[in-house]
């Protein structure tokens, strides 16, 4: 197949993000034509000097992306749709990662605002079905939040994440969140908070520590 076409085949919905993906790191067309040296990206999300990066094709882009999570499935297709408009070749737009992308950021609270991995046992078995079920977006979206907030559960308030959200999971299921407190010590380069959760079912304690 021409590596043209897995890209128009990825843009428009005909395979999945894991089979381009793979073609990403092995198919050596695909990649050279990601490549293309005659393509410039100035001015483009590529070269952004306000996010801090430049990358000199598409390609260098696509790499760095993560293919089991929401937010790089879809901005892969926004980066491939912006390559098929430089090369001036027609697609027909598929916009199911960016429906879900969005389904997804609506109906979290601010407080669990994370990207999720899609490979997960979480999303499989809490998340998956509710997707699946033959109801309106609006349904799906009040369904999703009740999940969520059903099951990231804490004592008093939520977690006040300084990096982003990092809530420790147990297979499908968040640990519950006790709560936090500050890191302000001279052994510390940069003050910070560390964040404690219950294994309700085993009794341990875990942490997670973030910094500014």
Known sequence: MKAINIILQY???EIEATEFSN???TNPKVQELLCDPSISWQGTF????????SYANVYDYLIELDY????????????????LQKKEVSYSKDDRYGE???LM??????????DINTDSDFFRNQISPIIAKEITKAEKKKQIREKFKMLFQYQSKPPRWIQGSDWLMKGDVPLFFVGQMELKHDSFHDNGAVYIFLDTESG?????????
């Open 100 to 102: 879900l992308f969005r």
């Open 11 to 13: 843009v428009e919905g």
């Open 105 to 114: 950021l609506d109906s979290m609270p601010g407080y669990i605002d994370m």
């Open 23 to 25: 073609a990403l790191y």
């Open 204 to 212: 341990k304690i875990e942490t997670v520590q973030q910094f500014y």
């Open 68 to 83: 089991s999570r929401f937010g790089g499935k879809y901005d892969a297709v926004g980066a491939l749709e912006l390559f």
């Open 46 to 53: 590529l070269t952004s000097a306000v996010m801090g990066y």
